[in-house]
DNA sequence: GCGTTAATGTTAAAATTATAACATTTAGTG
DNA sequence: CACTAAATGTTATAATTTTAACATTAACGC
């Protein structure tokens, strides 16, 4: 080890803390070393920033892009995920105000809010708000509380209150399972609160999941399949799904499952 | 424009949203099309990746590593921060219940809390919630409501009384002015009812403010200089410059100004 | 179905980045 | 003050990435 070392490390550690990326060129100047010397210290030490063609980024750094490749199989998964959100997509229109649920599932539908002239979003997840943060044209109320690591999500006490203020015209509900009998579940009790809240208040709700859901149960029971008025799916077969196993659903129940 | 290259970029720009790079090699087997396509479609249209020496990466997206070089001089401002936050750190203490303000100025400190066994962090910022988000022995209560892109944060009519049920500890406030009379100040109103609260309900507070903030007024005042009991600056002209400009300093205002 | 245009693929050359070997400087020691 | 070893610098070479030009394929209108 190297008391020099470590230092130049400091240094650009906090170059790059919020963000950013810095050349190898420009960080050797910064340090007033060859580049070879910033390459060494990046390899031989411990450190949190790697070299990423040419230039250094932060990784394993809060809130920055760790660097590590996905394989394409993880990659792969987020297709089925856009097409099931783009048949979301046809049920938003111009000025509503969305109650967006967490989770990944509805994750690819907030890039396609850009195209709207204005919308409001409402969440209790940090991804969401951290996609929808981005887009100028949509304005962002997130419900804030106690951070849940595992579902990226917040809760609170007064979670319900808060929602019940807000006009919320429409609901995307995300789920972990749905069964005909159980009714629709998920994983992480501190969701049910605002979940039942959204669908409580909302004019139209629209439960958002993907085929491999159906008949499932998890822990946390939040609604019966007929408190919903929409469901997209993503499979031809996932009408019939909810129609087998156990009696057929009343037609009301699921009045418009959108199918390609 | 092109219907399939959208895809594409939807599809990869979902492979990426959780962070992590995907090599130009593996998006071009992921959409089935050469290499030159992916390149293509990252230059003509507009998406919020780029390509970093061969690898796709998340750009000017929430959260994740903006892709943009770090002039020379950017680069060495945040050593002046960290230094700063370096001496906030002195402060702070195993089990701490921490008031986090929003700003840039104390994002250096949130990497070093990982070194402490079990915090609590409170906070109604962004960017500082995702830097918390990421650390494992952190519990992040995050302050909701409507976004202010400029500021990172949220504002809300019961930020006041939400913050009053929290039992914080020690409240590290940032301030974009500093005046012996007129008091610190910051630019946006919104900011005013959380800083006041955490400064009310804390049991410690610490004003983190750089040297150039002293002697400048803000249009939003939120406290008197003697509202804090630290005030922890970076250089070592800052307590001269409280004492000069108007009149001197009460010992009491400032009774812990930390020179290196 | 043919012609046209846009989209995609292929290839080779140029530029950049990574690696390795060796030269030089610097710091510490007797 | 010379000797040693670590740290840093330099150079050449290898690997990779980028760019540009051109070939091919697919899509669309008439």
Redesign the interface.
């Known amino acids: 080890m190297n008391g020099r070392s470590a230092l130049r490390l ?3 550690q ?10 190898l060129r ?1 960080a050797a ?2 340090c007033d070393v060859s580049e070879m010397t910033i390459r060494r210290d990046l390899t031989t030490q411990d450190t949190a920033i790697s070299l ?4 250094l ?2 990784a394993n ?10 394989t ?1 199989q ?3 998964h ?2 089925a ?2 097409r099931l959100c783009q048949r979301a997509l046809a049920y938003i229109e111009e000025g509503d105000t969305l109650f967006i649920d967490c989770g ?1 599932t509805l ?2 539908l907030l ?2 809010l850009s195209h709207f002239r204005e919308l409001t979003v409402v969440t ?1 997840a ?2 969401v ?6 887009l ?1 044209n949509v ?9 849940y ?1 595992t579902s ?1 999500s ?1 809760g609170s006490d007064n979670m319900t209150a ?1 929602i019940e203020r807000l006009g919320i015209n429409k609901a995307l509900i995300s789920a972990a399972g749905v069964d005909l009998e159980r009714g629709v579940s998920c994983f992480h009790f501190h969701e049910v609160a605002p979940k039942q809240a959204a669908i409580a208040t909302a004019m139209q709700r629209l439960l958002v999941v993907d085929a491999s859901k159906f008949s499932v149960v998890r822990p946390a029971y939040f609604a019966a399949l007929d408190d919903f008025d929409v469901v997209v799916t993503d499979e031809e077969g996932a009408p019939q799904l909810l129609k087998k196993n156990g009696r057929v659903v009343p037609e009301i129940v699921v009045p418009t499952v959108t199918v390609a």
């Open positions: 400091a240094k650009l906090e170059a790059l803390a919020s963000g950013g990326t810095l050349h420009d100047e910064l990423l063609g040419g230039r980024v932060m750094y809060p809130g920055v892009t760790p660097i590590y490749d996905l394409e993880q990659a792969s987020y297709q995920k856009y990944s994750m690819p890039s396609q209790y940090l991804n708000a951290n996609a929808v943060a981005a100028p304005r962002l109320v997130l419900l804030g509380g106690l951070f690591a990226q917040f808060a």
